[in-house]
C-alpha cells in the first residue's frame, strides 16, 4: 500500500492544478478520477444514451473498459483502448459526467481501478469521494472549495486559453448546477470527510495552496510506517 494523499471539492476548485503540483513535488502518482467519470460520460454520449436514461446508463456502463496509463507524469484515459484526453474536459462532457456518475453502477465500475492504483503507487488522487470512500484511511485528505464566481471564472480561462468560446454567466450556471448534483446524489455524495482540511483557494495563488498541502504530509509522513 502506497502513501495517500486525497484531494475533493467542488468543480474548479483547483483540485486538479493543485493534485497535479504535490505529485509533481513529491514524485507521487497524480490519479484524476474526474477523467475516469469524464471517459464514461464520453462513451455514453458518443452511443447517443439521453443523460435521464438511468437504465442504460447502468447497462451499457459494462461495455466500457476504462484503463489509464501515465506518459512522462501525465494520465492518459483510455476508453476501450482508445487515449481520450483530447475529448473529455467540454461542457458537454463535464454535464453528462455529473449526470451519469450518480449511477451507482457507473461509481463501482471505476472503484476497483482506483484503489488499485492506491496499493501499487504513492497517490495523490482528486475526486469528490476519495477522502470518504474511494480511499477512506488516505494519511492526508483536502477538501478544497473556492467561490462558485471565482471558480467559474477560471473554468472560462482554461476554456477560452484553449480558443474554446464560452460565456462566463452559463459557465457558473452550470457549475452550481454542477454541485448541486454531486453533493446531494445519492451514492458517493460530494461532502468534506470529518477528518479532511479544508482549504479555501478563492484568494489563494497555486504556490500557497501547493505549499499548504506539502506542510501538513510532512507532518503526517513522519508517523506513517510502511
Ligand atoms: O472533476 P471533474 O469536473 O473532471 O469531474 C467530472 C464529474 O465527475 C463531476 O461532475 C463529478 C464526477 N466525479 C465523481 O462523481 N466522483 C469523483 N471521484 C470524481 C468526479
Do not use: W
Amino acid at each position: 500500500m502506497g502513501f495517500q494523499i486525497a484531494i475533493d471539492g467542488p468543480a474548479g476548485a483547483g483540485k486538479s492544478t493543485i493534485a497535479r503540483a504535490i505529485a509533481a513535488k513529491l514524485n507521487f502518482t497524480y490519479v484524476d478520477t474526474g477523467a475516469m467519470y469524464r471517459a464514461m460520460a464520453l462513451f455514453f454520449l458518443r452511443n447517443g444514451i439521453a443523460p435521464d436514461d438511468t437504465a442504460q446508463i447502468g447497462a451499457k456502463c459494462q461495455e466500457a473498459e476504462i484503463t489509464i496509463r501515465h506518459e512522462n507524469g501525465e494520465q492518459v484515459v483510455l476508453l476501450n483502448d482508445e487515449p481520450v484526453n483530447q475529448f473529455l474536459r467540454t461542457e458537454e462532457v463535464g454535464n453528462m459526467a455529473s449526470v451519469s456518475s450518480a449511477n451507482p453502477q457507473v461509481r463501482e465500475r471505476l472503484l476497483g481501478l482506483q484503489r488499485q492504483l492506491a496499493v501499487e503507487n504513492d497517490v495523490v488522487m482528486d475526486g469528490r469521494d476519495i477522502g470518504t470512500c474511494v480511499l477512506p484511511d488516505a494519511q492526508v485528505k483536502i477538501f478544497l472549495t473556492a467561490d462558485s464566481s471565482v471558480r467559474a471564472a477560471r473554468r472560462f480561462k482554461e476554456l477560452s486559453d484553449k480558443g474554446i468560446s464560452c460565456d462566463l454567466e452559463v459557465i457558473e450556471k452550470d457549475i452550481v448546477s454542477r454541485d448541486r448534483q454531486d453533493s446531494t446524489r445519492q451514492f458517493s455524495p460530494l461532502r468534506q470527510a470529518e477528518d479532511a482540511t479544508a482549504v479555501d483557494t478563492s484568494l489563494l495563488d497555486i504556490g500557497q495552496v501547493t505549499e499548504a498541502i506539502v506542510k501538513i504530509y510532512s507532518e503526517k509522513r513522519c508517523v506513517f510506517k510502511r
